[in-house]
């Protein structure tokens, strides 16, 4: 997973609480994706950015929020977090060879 | 909204055996992507397959993409017990700014 450093690993939250998750990229590269992984499924995108100042929502963006003022980092906020969004939490970004790079993951909680 | 099939869902196959496992996707697209992602791990990139008649090989493991059939498959030969894992594709819309993930092959050697 070179590039692609998320923080924290993992993390419990109670139900209302906010947080961020950490994402930041070395590749220097415009495009970068949050998803979410439930058990025993796929991933889900959250929301993705093609560059410096802009974001967009992909297919489960409610409860969440995106900023991207730099290249390198992409943070995802959770507003009141709800158990439904007990998840692990997958950054991406797109490096060389249009090949995908996948943070560590984060695992959260809600209780 | 782009949708990405895969089957089967779940695979459970004698070592030293072949097999394939089929993505299908609903639009149009010349990207293709295979992971292998291990119980508690991050996703490991296996494939990119940029073009109709793709084929690359690694190991055991082949992918192929028909993008006129909206098809791709993963040939497993002779399995091995360090194959099983969680196999996923995942497409690019035609855009490049979204990346959609089938449902995922749990796959299972057994000895």
């Known amino acids: 997973n070179a590039g692609v450093t998320q923080t924290p690993k993992f993390r419990i939250l109670k139900i209302g609480q906010s947080m961020t998750l950490q994402c930041a990229q070395d590749m220097n590269h415009n495009y970068m994706y949050w998803y979410r992984q439930d058990p025993g499924m796929g991933l889900k995108l959250i929301y993705y950015s093609v560059g410096a100042g802009i974001t967009d929502k992909g297919e489960v963006p409610n409860g969440y929020n995106v900023s991207r003022s730099t290249t390198e980092d992409f943070p995802l906020r959770l507003e009141l977090a709800a158990p439904s969004q007990t998840s692990v939490y997958f950054c991406?970004?797109?490096?060389?060879?249009?090949?995908?790079?996948f943070g560590e993951g984060s695992w959260l909680t809600v209780v | 909204e782009l949708k990405v099939e895969q089957n089967p869902l779940f695979l459970s196959m004698q070592e030293g055996k072949n097999y394939t496992i089929y993505c299908n996707y609903s639009t149009t697209s010349d990207r293709l992507y295979w992971y292998r992602q291990d119980p508690g791990k991050s996703l490991e990139s296996l494939f990119v397959?940029?073009?109709?008649?793709a084929v690359k090989q690694e190991g055991r493991l082949m992918a192929s993409l028909d993008t006129k059939a909206r098809l791709s498959t993963l040939h497993i030969t002779a399995a091995v017990h360090d194959l099983s894992a969680t196999y996923f594709c995942a497409v690019d819309m035609k855009d490049g700014n979204q990346f959609y993930f089938g449902t995922g092959t749990s796959l299972t050697v057994i000895p």
């Open positions: 397959l940029l073009s109709n008649g």
């Open positions: 991406a970004c797109r490096g060389p060879g249009n090949t995908i790079y």
